[in-house]
């Protein structure tokens, strides 16, 4: 009897230490929450600024909830600025939408005016909000061109820069060949069986291994290798990612295992890419003709490190730093790319008068044959460079699709300036939120935004047309630009070049599915996935074309 007795008030006194503990967090949740809503109210009335509806329990939660239930239930997040934007266009005449969805997310101020985005990312580049650097820590330990700012970001970025230049990405096309001739016969096969398969995921393998060439000079084997360890463990990781705090990232974040996961696929990672390191280092000096990206890195680390050889044992800091790049390049460049792709064969499908001109001009360059294609391509890669109207798709692609927007931090001394009215808006405890997709789709500076239109593109001799300049940024502008935008629009125009005359790519949604200004097909959250992603993951099934 005394023990039970003894053990009941030892349960008492945890239950209310527990209590104790529980009314603590709560009160110091409400604490912050208090003060992140007078943080935000303040700076509305002390600059008399429009905003939506605003909660002091909810901010804008409730108002953005509503203007995104209108809407199918998976739509990303990112598109929400142009929702918004369509339903009170008087709040966002100036090009800029102020946002409180704390604690979901931070504070926001949402920018999608042309000039207004150059000032902050290309006039007077900001550095990057916190928040990126928090959901990328667990992947590269912020040891990567997306994540770092300041003198660390310029030197790893003049490090990289000439192994993504415009010239060396196309030495290195004839390798490019061999992964899109793999995947074209992926494509095939599935035309043999006739199943329906969603088409990103083989992209993604893809275009992985175009980077693996890129950048190492190896075919990585992710598109032959069922569960490839490097590709795995990056995916893995990828999902444990948190970009949010709302209630379906909860589970990760209390997930004991997390770390665990983490530490165990960055330790494969490191396995898989030390090695293929290393062997670039030993035969940097010897290597004639293409030069991949790691090995014009390992000849500028040299030179800037003030070394007239690279010697013979491989430079440890160097080794850590380009597997964290690495990981990123990998990261950034493979879903963002064959999302990319997803849409183009999208779009062309829907829209066959275009999809004509495009098959037309393969034909006038590469001849009827599509077959010779690859090994005219291998021989002369310039020949990508007189695709103008295929370009054309590629950009009308990514200003409809833009994968991704910037983040950078305000301050409180840095205001942005609208051009037209003179008005300044203030920045000071916000992100900014550099909005491509808002803007790329705004009736201001695009005629009919959302309608698929490459001869926007071009003028009517079939030269390209002089647009309003800082109006496409799918890359983003500035010096914090995509380091590799000109390998992700050589790999488009390249699979494109070997796909479409041979094959018809067919989406597979249902005609009565919901639509998002028009479209089956939009840019979805997908579980696992960081960035926006094609709905379902572009489901397709493939046919063979029968050629005159």
């Known amino acids: 009897m005394a023990l039970f007795e003894l053990s009941a008030g030892a349960a008492l006194r945890v239950l209310r230490a527990v209590g104790v503990i529980a009314i603590a967090i709560f009160a110091r949740g409400f604490f912050i929450l208090y003060q992140k809503r007078m943080q935000f109210r303040r700076l509305v009335a002390k600059h008399g600024l429009d905003v939506l509806p605003h909660s002091f329990i909810f901010g804008h939660l409730i108002s953005v909830g509503m203007a995104m239930a209108k809407h199918p239930a998976d739509l990303n997040g990112q598109v929400s600025p142009l929702v918004l934007a369509r339903d009170h266009p008087e709040l966002a005449k100036d090009g800029v939408l102020y946002i409180d969805l704390w604690p979901i997310s931070y504070q926001m101020l949402a920018v999608f005016h042309p000039d207004m985005m150059a000032q902050f990312c290309q006039e007077n580049s900001q550095l990057k909000h916190e928040q990126v650097r928090w959901e990328f820590y667990p992947l590269t330990k912020n040891k990567d061109l997306v994540t770092t700012d300041g003198a660390q970001w310029k030197r790893w970025r003049s490090v990289f820069n000439p192994g993504f230049s415009t010239q060396n990405i196309m030495s290195l096309v004839p390798s490019f060949v061999e992964e899109v001739l793999v995947f074209k016969r992926y494509l095939e096969g599935i035309a043999t069986t006739g199943e329906v398969v969603a088409l990103?995921?083989?992209?993604?393998?893809?275009?992985?291994?175009?980077?693996?060439?890129?950048?190492?000079?190896?075919?990585?084997?992710?598109?032959?290798?069922?569960?490839?360890?490097?590709?795995?463990?990056?995916?893995?990781?990828?999902?444990?990612?948190?970009?949010?705090?709302?209630?379906?990232?909860w589970g990760k974040m209390i997930n004991p295992?997390?770390?665990?996961?983490?530490?165990?696929?960055?330790?494969?990672?490191?396995?898989?890419?030390?090695?293929?390191?290393?062997?670039?280092?030993?035969?940097?000096?010897?290597i004639e003709g293409p030069k991949t990206i790691v090995n014009l890195a390992i000849r500028t680390y040299v030179k800037e490190n003030g070394q007239t050889s690279m010697g013979d044992v491989i430079d440890p800091e160097f080794v850590d730093a380009t597997i964290e790049h690495i990981k990123m390049f990998l990261f950034a460049g493979h879903d963002t790319t064959a999302s990319t792709l997803s849409f183009a064969y999208y779009s062309l499908h829907e829209n066959p008068e275009i999809m004509a001109k495009v098959r037309a001009e393969h034909d006038a360059v590469f001849g009827a044959d599509p077959s010779q294609a690859a090994d005219m391509i291998s021989k002369t890669p310039a020949l990508l460079n007189q695709l103008p109207f295929?370009?054309?798709?590629?950009?009308?692609?990514?200003?409809?699709?833009?994968?991704?927007?910037?983040?950078?931090?305000?301050?409180p001394d840095y205001f942005l300036t609208n051009p037209e009215t003179g008005r300044q808006y203030p920045t000071d405890n916000l992100m900014m939120f550099s909005c491509s997709y808002a803007m790329q789709r705004d009736a201001t500076y695009w005629a009919d935004p959302d309608t698929f239109n490459p001869e926007r593109w071009l003028t009517k001799d079939g030269e390209p047309a002089q647009l309003r300049k800082n109006t496409w940024r799918p890359f983003e502008l500035g010096p914090r630009s995509c380091i590799g935008q000109e390998l992700a629009m050589t790999e488009l125009k390249l699979i494109l070049a070997l796909t479409l005359r041979e094959l018809d790519i067919v989406p597979m949604?249902?005609?009565?599915?919901?639509r998002f200004f028009g479209a089956l097909m939009y840019q979805a959250h997908v579980s696992g996935e960081l960035t926006a992603h094609p709905k379902g993951g572009m489901p397709v099934i493939v046919k063979k074309r029968v050629l005159s």
């Open 390 to 411: 295929t370009l054309a798709v590629v950009r009308e692609t990514l200003r409809m699709y833009p994968p991704v927007g910037s983040v950078r931090a305000g301050s």
């Open 200 to 249: 990103e995921t083989q992209g993604m393998k893809a275009t992985c291994d175009i980077i693996g060439r890129a950048v190492l000079g190896k075919s990585l084997g992710i598109q032959t290798t069922p569960d490839n360890p490097l590709f795995k463990a990056l995916k893995e990781n990828i999902a444990w990612l948190i970009p949010e705090w709302a209630p379906r990232q």
């Open 257 to 286: 295992l997390r770390r665990l996961s983490i530490w165990r696929n960055n330790a494969i990672m490191r396995r898989e890419l030390r090695s293929l390191i290393e062997e670039q280092y030993k035969n940097s000096g010897h």
């Open 509 to 514: 949604y249902a005609l009565t599915g919901e």
